[in-house]
């Protein structure tokens, strides 16, 4: 069983559309959450990060961590064609944090 | 803003030769990483270092190698290229703040072995 699960889609909204991405977890050690976006052709970069359990909100943003279900999530509000890419969830574990376990990621289309 | 800098964007390489893959980073930064992205596989570490002339093995290592002589500088070597090492290879770097610090991320080299 994989540390991380994460559908990998596609997933194909139109814009103005809610969109919500998800990953699930086995390690309950884990404490920080993240999410990167990945361009075509681009290395990830961070979106959004998040220490142990609640919410997170950033712009159109918002990240939700429930460790009880080992389930994290990232939601986007009024998609728009620009939010076009792969997301990838990351997280690690206070005891080795440097040590990144990530999702295979969620390829997400917003058609105009 | 953070830069980190992959030498080649695409690579072409025959079975055997000996690949290097060079990532720079210009913000001073303790730790660099190199990672495989693989189609359904999502990123998996291929080694770590947390300063010069210290490195880690991360879940894959092998049939790689690494070098780190000075801070801003990460090689990943490839001793004897094979075709199941064809993949996007990325580096990243972050700061050690004794807390899990966000990654910046090169834009990957794409390695064809043939």
């Known amino acids: 069983q994989k540390e991380v699960e994460q559908d990998p889609g596609p997933l194909s909204v139109p814009e103005g559309a809610i969109v919500s991405l998800n990953c699930t977890y086995s390690?309950?050690?884990?404490?920080?959450f993240m999410w990167y976006r990945q361009y075509s052709r681009k290395g990830p970069e961070l979106l959004m990060y998040?220490?142990?359990?609640g919410n997170k909100e950033d712009g159109r943003f918002t990240a939700q961590v429930d460790k009880s279900s080992k389930y994290i999530s990232l939601f986007i509000r009024d998609s728009q064609p620009s939010d076009s890419a792969t997301y990838l969830c990351a997280m690690s574990a206070l005891y080795n944090f440097n040590k990144f376990y990530f999702g295979s990621g969620t390829k997400l289309n917003v058609k105009p | 803003d953070v830069k980190v800098t992959q030498s080649s964007r695409y690579l072409v390489k025959r079975t055997g030769e000996k690949v290097f893959l060079e990532c720079v980073q210009d913000m001073d930064h303790e730790n660099m990483f190199w990672y495989r992205q693989d189609p359904g596989l999502g990123l998996r570490l291929i080694y770590f270092?947390?300063?010069?002339?210290?490195?880690e093995k991360g879940d894959i290592p092998e049939g790689y190698s690494v070098s780190r002589e000075k801070k801003e500088r990460f090689s990943l070597i490839l001793e004897s290229a094979s075709t199941n090492q064809t993949s996007m290879y990325l580096c990243?770097?972050?700061?050690?703040?004794?807390?899990?610090?966000?990654?910046?991320f090169g834009s990957g080299t794409q390695l064809s072995v043939l």
């Open positions: 390690n309950s050690a884990f404490q920080y």
């Open positions: 998040t220490y142990s359990s």
């Open positions: 990243a770097s972050s700061r050690s703040q004794g807390f899990a610090e966000k990654l910046f």
């Open positions: 270092s947390y300063d010069v002339k210290m490195k």
